[in-house]
């Protein structure tokens, strides 16, 4: 059961890498490198801020765009094609079909990002010429930023399996821009009344909370992130993607592959 | 004992924007199949063919009924590393090679890893397909597709095998090479499931066939069974290039092949025939009973059903 979850994965991380994903690891490379090299010349004794937060979030921003554009079509995909058909006539159930896809997408995605965060040290050193202990905290950015990418995975793929890419993309991206903003929601929440309070209260739980992910400002004045945090995201995102991944695995497990 | 028993599938789907309509693909299937046969699965193209097979696969849900798969719950995954199926006209994954496209489906039938590799070697070799290390599949023609399609269906040395127009896409060497492949599978006891239109591949190859239309079971017998009801003629060719007085009495249209001459004509006229023959000191070839091809069975079928469609409106 596990092994037939990890060849899906594999192969998945493998369909990925030759549809020439990590490429983009390319244009970010030659992205961060302009930017440190232009930020080294206009920049008086913030250039170590601006490479910070410029690194980590197109670190997040590449990121996404993967997670969102593979994810979308990981069951559709292979439903259009009938790729499916031979994959799910042989003694694989359908769950472990979608496990395996998501961990295969998450894989893609922990490597890209272990690339791109060589290349934020790599423009970072560039700038100040030094690693500090303070820089570490990136590490607890970038870790947040994975857990991010956990939850659109999870997202991508449950729209995957029921919906059409284009629509999947569409919904995927409106939930990461409103969870980006579920800490306001909240906030709006707290000052409704009677339904509206009612509603924007389920909305605010409902969606992927991504702004409590988003240290990437305090980690570039090296404020130091609180270790209840880090619990925090971790749990809330495992369950988060969890839940969503079982929403996931209901739906494919009912739909005719027609 | 059955290998496939088919027990009431139905399968009925929901259509329009709010669902509302139902359209009935897959009428009752009560069907059987025996084990270390082929079975040929007929029918037009939207006759239900390809909906039996994604019910038995497990692809679509079923409306109503259930099936067995040697002799265990055809969803069973136990069951599912014991049969192999290839799809109608096949699409894989592009990207991979023809070698790692069937190691990891190997991967997923359980094939153990020390005999992976040599049973993918064994198994393009067996589908004819040579040469081809290091070239993706997108490269690929559609009929080495098909082969590759072929070899996934029998990587795994399953028992029961089912083909989804395995012809479509191949050039007349490999329609051979396959139908040589399917009467291989059978010697060596595995149970062919072979759903196809084209009815000269299906009365070289198949023990038994059924006739689907329209979702419905219209006929199911051994093909030697179904041809076999003679229509009162006999073929007569004997050595010519003459045509006895005789044979130009009773009217019967020779065609003349090189030194063959062929007529048909009523089987009580054939003692005459053979002595008219014998008379004029020609050499009898061959005397044959007429019978029905597959072809004339499976027509003759399919436009009773509309005949009787016809009067029920």
Redesign the interface.
Same mark, same amino acid.
Request: glycine share 6%; net charge positive.
């Given at each position: 059961m596990r092994? /037939?979850v990890a060849?899906?994965a594999s192969?998945t991380f /493998?369909?990925a890498v /030759?549809?020439r994903v990590l490429y983009n690891l390319i244009a970010f490379a030659v992205l961060l490198s302009g930017a440190a090299i232009l930020v080294g010349q206009i920049s008086i004794d913030i250039e170590k801020l601006v490479v910070i937060n410029l690194g980590l979030t197109a670190v997040s921003l590449f990121g996404l765009v993967i997670a969102i554009f593979i994810g979308i079509g990981l069951v559709s995909k292979e439903i259009e094609?009938? !790729?499916?058909? !031979?994959?799910?006539?042989?003694?694989? /159930?359908r769950w472990e079909f979608i496990v395996g896809k998501f961990f295969g997408l998450a894989g893609t995605l922990v490597v890209n990002t272990f690339f791109m965060a060589i290349g934020v040290f790599a423009a970072l050193f560039y700038v100040s010429h030094k690693f500090v202990r303070a820089d570490a905290l990136i590490l607890v950015a970038l870790y947040f930023i994975v857990l991010e990418f956990l939850i659109i995975c999870s997202l991508a793929l449950l729209f995957s399996s029921f919906s059409s890419p284009l629509l999947s993309a569409v919904f995927a991206f409106s939930l990461f821009v409103i969870g980006s903003f579920a800490e306001d929601l909240r906030g709006f929440a707290g000052m409704a009344h009677g339904f509206t309070r009612w509603l924007a209260t389920g909305a605010a739980y409902l969606v992927p909370n991504f702004s409590a992910f988003n240290v990437i400002g305090s980690v570039a004045h090296e404020q130091p992130v609180a270790a209840q945090l880090i619990w925090h995201n971790t749990l809330y995102a495992l369950f988060y993607a969890a839940m969503v991944l079982s929403g996931a695995v209901l739906i494919f497990e009912?739909r005719?592959?027609? | 004992m059955n290998a496939i028993e088919i027990l009431g599938l139905e399968k009925t789907?929901r259509v329009g924007f709010w669902a509302k309509r139902t359209k009935r693909a897959l009428h009752p299937l009560h069907l059987a199949v025996e084990e270390g046969e082929i079975f040929g699965f007929l029918g037009p193209n939207g006759a239900g063919k390809t909906t039996t097979l *994604?019910l038995l696969?497990?692809?679509? &849900?079923p409306t109503a009924g259930s099936a067995r798969i040697l002799e265990r719950d055809w969803i069973n =995954?136990?069951v *599912?590393?014991q049969?192999g &199926?290839l =799809?109608e +006209? =096949?699409? &894989?994954?592009d990207?991979?090679t023809a070698h790692?496209l069937l190691k990891?489906?190997a991967?997923?039938?359980?094939v153990p890893a020390k005999e992976r590799s040599r049973r993918v070697e064994a198994t393009l070799q067996r589908v004819g397909l040579k040469d081809i290390h290091g070239v993706q599949l997108r490269k690929f023609s559609k009929g080495m597709l098909q082969r590759v399609?072929i070899a +996934?269906a029998i990587l795994?040395d399953p028992k029961v095998v089912f083909f989804d127009e395995p012809m479509s896409g191949l050039d007349p060497m490999g329609r051979r090479e396959v139908r040589d492949l399917m009467e291989e599978l059978k010697h060596e006891g595995k149970t062919v499931f072979l759903s196809t239109h084209i009815l000269s591949d299906a009365e070289a190859l198949c023990d038994r066939v059924a006739i689907i239309h329209k979702g419905e079971l219209r006929g199911v017998g051994a093909v030697a069974d179904l041809t076999s009801s003679v229509q009162g003629k006999v073929e007569v060719i004997w050595q010519g290039p003459q045509i006895p007085a005789f044979m130009k009495a009773l009217g019967a249209e020779c065609h003349i092949t090189g030194d063959t001459v062929r007529t048909i004509i009523d089987e009580n006229q054939q003692d005459a025939a053979v002595d008219a023959l014998r008379r004029e000191r020609l050499r009898l070839i061959a005397l044959t009973p007429v019978r029905t091809s597959l072809e004339a069975y499976f027509v003759e079928k399919l436009q009773y059903a509309e005949t009787s469609a016809g009067r029920t409106a």
């Open positions: 092994a /037939r060849h899906i192969n /493998r369909e /030759r549809d094609k009938r !790729t499916l058909y !031979t994959v799910l006539s042989r003694p694989v /159930r009912h005719n592959l027609k | 789907y *994604k696969m497990g692809l679509v &849900f =995954p136990e *599912k590393a049969i &199926f =799809p +006209q =096949p699409y &894989f994954y990207h991979l790692e990891y489906y991967q997923l039938s359980g399609g +996934q795994h």
